[in-house]
């Protein structure tokens, strides 16, 4: 049983809720722990086709880190707290072979903005904000977010942003390539079941493979196409590929099976 995250299973789609609206679902060891085990869980479970990742209460998806757990941290100590966690949850999410989608429902700073980062894709509700207000603590994002959040909104907007440490509304988020919907916070959940259920029709391996063959790309490495090029043969070799090509020429909807 979990103590700071919610979890439901409806249709394939695990809902991970950070459960700590008192501290506005602010990230501590004992959430890193818990959702590195979701992530597992999502991962190994053949009933599972995807996870959204959202935060409980009107105000905060995740509102950054417990600042609470630094004090007393030395440089290797701090260091080690960042390479834990990216290994146990963020790097781990952003590999995650099936989809995972963050609902940002309010604050997404610091951490929160990097957990949402870290997922394949996100949507936010028009109250959202966000932002990596780590400069105002002495410190630069220590789960990804200087990689990620270039990747995402290009080298210009995320220095100024990173260096500013401001906040960052939905309409920006939006319009910067940081969310790709943005919508009023009462239609979130559905919106984004919506779009995961859409992609849970597709094929399994299909869908893993551009997870993996995309983070190549975001990474800019010389071996992308070369990549594609093989898991493109592959995958023709897979059951799902005939029975795509079969509903195709057939003009029905196709029925895939993961195989």
């Given at each position: 049983?979990?103590?700071?995250?919610?979890?439901?299973?409806?249709?394939?789609?695990?809902?991970?809720?950070?459960?700590?609206?008192?501290?506005?679902?602010?990230?501590?060891?004992?959430?890193?722990?818990?959702?590195?085990?979701?992530?597992?869980?999502?991962?190994?479970?053949?009933?599972?086709?995807?996870?959204?990742?959202?935060?409980?209460?009107?105000?905060?998806?995740?509102?950054?880190?417990?600042?609470?757990?630094?004090?007393?941290?030395?440089?290797?100590a701090g260091e080690?707290?960042?390479?834990?966690?990216?290994?146990?949850?963020?790097?781990?999410?952003?590999?995650?072979?099936?989809?995972?989608?963050?609902?940002?429902?309010?604050?997404?700073?610091?951490?929160?903005?990097?957990?949402?980062?870290?997922?394949?894709?996100?949507?936010?509700?028009?109250?959202?904000?966000?932002?990596?207000?780590?400069?105002?603590?002495?410190?630069?994002?220590?789960?990804?977010?200087?990689?990620?959040?270039?990747?995402?909104?290009?080298?210009?907007?995320?220095?100024?942003?990173?260096?500013?440490?401001?906040?960052?509304?939905?309409?920006?988020?939006?319009?910067s390539g940081l969310?790709?919907?943005?919508?009023?916070?009462?239609?979130?959940?559905?919106?984004?079941?919506?779009?995961?259920?859409?992609?849970?029709?597709?094929?399994?391996?299909?869908?893993?493979?551009?997870?993996?063959?995309?983070?190549?790309?975001?990474?800019?490495?010389?071996?992308?196409?070369?990549?594609?090029?093989?898991?493109?043969?592959?995958?023709?070799?897979?059951?799902?590929?005939?029975?795509?090509?079969?509903?195709?020429?057939?003009?029905?909807?196709?029925?895939?099976?993961?195989?």
């Open positions: 049983m979990y103590q700071t995250i919610l979890t439901s299973l409806n249709n394939r789609i695990l809902t991970i809720t950070i459960n700590r609206p008192d501290k506005l679902n602010a990230l501590n060891k004992t959430v890193i722990s818990e959702l590195s085990e979701a992530i597992d869980e999502l991962i190994s479970n053949k009933l599972i086709g995807a996870a959204i990742i959202t935060g409980a209460g009107p105000k905060s998806f995740v509102a950054g880190a417990d600042i609470s757990e630094f004090a007393g941290l030395d440089g290797k080690a707290l960042a390479l834990r966690g990216q290994a146990a949850v963020f790097s781990k999410i952003e590999n995650c072979p099936k989809p995972v989608v963050a609902a940002i429902n309010g604050f997404a700073l610091g951490g929160g903005c990097e957990l949402a980062m870290a997922c394949h894709f996100r949507l936010a509700a028009d109250t959202a904000r966000f932002g990596q207000p780590e400069v105002n603590l002495g410190l630069v994002p220590g789960y990804g977010g200087t990689q990620r959040l270039t990747q995402l909104v290009g080298k210009g907007r995320a220095m100024e942003w990173m260096m500013t440490g401001g906040l960052i509304d939905a309409a920006t988020a939006l319009q969310v790709n919907h943005v919508v009023p916070a009462a239609d979130l959940m559905t919106k984004t079941t919506e779009i995961v259920s859409t992609i849970l029709t597709k094929a399994p391996r299909a869908i893993s493979e551009v997870i993996r063959l995309t983070n190549l790309a975001a990474l800019g490495d010389p071996n992308g196409l070369a990549a594609e090029a093989q898991a493109f043969g592959a995958l023709f070799d897979t059951a799902d590929a005939k029975e795509g090509a079969a509903a195709f020429l057939e003009k029905r909807k196709p029925a895939f099976k993961g195989e």
